[in-house]
């Protein structure tokens, strides 16, 4: 019920890459005018960006853990939990979405697995209302047909969880802490679903 209102009231606006490319575009200057300082410059930039933004998220993880009183209890938070549904697993991780990517925390229990992004996503209603939500993916374990694991082949370090519903959806998961363990307990938790 909650879904189908939320389909009701979220209104989106496409935007395309080259759209996207020709504006940003404007504001930056030719590659004729950069020179090698700034460039080794924006690199450890970069760098230092995702560094302190990976900080940001274990110190935000870390409080809400605190505040809530434990993993679990975030969990329940989240998501309903069934009689007798236990949480095995909980990663930090990146979802791949058409907006690019999200972080937030991968559940797994003895009945699904969970996402559900660290901070809230503004949405606008078709009145023009902005909403804030979290963004929330919950795939029962008995409508998994697969589960994958992946790798960039140009960055071998960079790996992925790719999860397959019945229904053909596909689920991308990036930047997956502890990834060999985290697929380990997903692997265990769909065979004895």
Known sequence: MQTSLLRELVVGTPVTHGQLQTSVNRYLPGPATQCQYSTATSKKMRLRTNISETVKRKLSLGARILRVGGVEKVYKQFFSVGEG????????????TTSGPLA???????DKVAFCSERSVKVFTQKGHMLRIRYKVAIPLKKIKSVNQTENIQKPTQKYIKIVTEDNFDFWFMGVLKYQKTFQYLQQAISQA
Do not use: A, D, N
Not at 85 to 96: D, G, N
């Open 104 to 110: 937030g925390f991968l559940f797994i229990s003895t």
């Open 85 to 96: 549904e236990r949480l095995l697993k909980v990663s930090q991780c990146y979802l791949s």
